[in-house]
């Protein structure tokens, strides 16, 4: 059965990590049957990284809060997580439904695709997303 996304569901939960004054920094999107709905969200980095579990394939949208000395300013990545348990075809069914929730979440700076724990470490990430960045203006303090 091909997959499908609740697009509005979806988009409202995009909405809320996208807003600067929501406490949400990041939202999932799972799979419930052959649909992408949304999952968890809240407010805490290390709550996201309980929910990739070795078992399940989910999305992520999150919000991390970049910058150097001159700017603060939000980046938003994309994270599609893949547990080492999760099955073959299942894993290459992961790389096209993608496209459906890309039809959401439409502006990240960076995309990732997860299947280690260690590299959902929130420095890492950061780090990423700062390389992706452009300009970094902390080099004038070291």
Same mark, same amino acid.
């Given at each position: &059965?091909?997959? $499908?996304?609740?697009?509005? #569901?979806? !988009?409202?939960?995009?909405? +809320?990590?996208?807003?600067? %004054?929501?406490? =949400?920094?990041? =939202?999932?999107?799972?799979?419930?049957?052959?649909?992408? *709905?949304?999952?968890? @969200?809240?407010?805490?980095?290390?709550?996201?990284?309980?929910?990739?579990?070795?078992?399940?394939?989910?999305? #992520?949208?999150?919000?991390?809060?970049? %910058?150097?000395? &001159?700017? $603060?300013?939000?980046?938003? #990545? +994309?994270?599609?997580?893949?547990?080492?348990?999760?099955?073959? +075809? @299942?894993? #290459?069914?992961? %790389?096209?439904? $993608?496209?459906?929730?890309?039809? *959401? *979440? @439409?502006?990240?700076?960076?995309?990732? =695709?997860?299947?280690? !724990?260690?590299?959902?470490?929130?420095?890492?990430?950061?780090?990423? +997303? $700062?390389?992706?960045? %452009?300009?970094?203006?902390?080099?004038?303090?070291?």
């Amino acid at each position: &059965m091909a997959t $499908k996304i609740d697009k509005e #569901a979806c !988009r409202e939960a995009y909405n +809320l990590v996208r807003d600067d %004054g929501s406490a =949400v920094i990041w =939202v999932t999107f799972k799979y419930d049957g052959s649909t992408i *709905v949304p999952g968890e @969200q809240g407010a805490e980095y290390q709550d996201f990284i309980q929910q990739c579990t070795d078992d399940i394939r989910l999305f #992520a949208f999150v919000r991390f809060t970049t %910058g150097d000395a &001159m700017s $603060k300013r939000s980046k938003f #990545a +994309l994270i599609t997580w893949i547990g080492e348990n999760v099955s073959g +075809l @299942q894993r #290459a069914k992961t %790389g096209t439904d $993608k496209t459906l929730v890309k039809e *959401v *979440v @439409q502006n990240f700076a960076k995309e990732f =695709v997860i299947s280690d !724990r260690k590299e959902l470490e929130e420095d890492f990430i950061k780090n990423e +997303l $700062k390389k992706a960045g %452009g300009a970094n203006y902390d080099a004038q303090a070291e």
